[in-house]
């Protein structure tokens, strides 16, 4: 059984865990699945926009994809909710991140 196989079995016992969510994203990722990848990581922040891990990995995907505007907006709505939930590290690793595609 593949790493994938095994987060998709966890999953359909807990559809809305927001690690294993991430994880299988990230599984898709490896792979260049975009497509799976930028799925999973956006229904993470459907289910809980304070998942803040997701929105560098969609940040980057994003800019994998050649799609620097929305990967711009996904930094700025994860530096936003980093300094809610004071996560000044994760604050710090988006705003990077942010300011490599504007300036």
């Known amino acids: 059984?593949?790493?994938?196989?095994?987060?998709?079995?966890?999953?359909?016992?807990?559809?809305?865990?927001?690690?294993?969510?991430?994880?299988?994203?990230?599984?898709?990722?490896?792979?260049?699945?975009?497509?799976?990848?930028?799925?999973?990581?956006?229904?993470?922040?459907?289910?809980?926009?304070?998942?803040?891990?997701?929105y560098y990995h969609l940040g980057k995907l994003y800019e994998r994809i050649n799609d620097p505007d929305s990967a711009v907006s996904i930094y700025a709505k994860g530096m936003e909710r980093a300094k809610t939930a004071g996560d000044m590290h994760s604050y710090s690793e988006l705003q990077s991140a942010h300011e490599d595609l504007v300036y």
């Open 1 to 54: 059984m593949t790493r994938i196989e095994k987060l998709q079995a966890f999953l359909a016992e807990s559809p809305n865990d927001c690690f294993l969510n991430h994880a299988l994203a990230l599984e898709f990722v490896k792979e260049d699945n975009d497509d799976s990848a930028q799925e999973y990581f956006e229904k993470n922040l459907e289910f809980d926009p304070g998942y803040i891990a997701t």
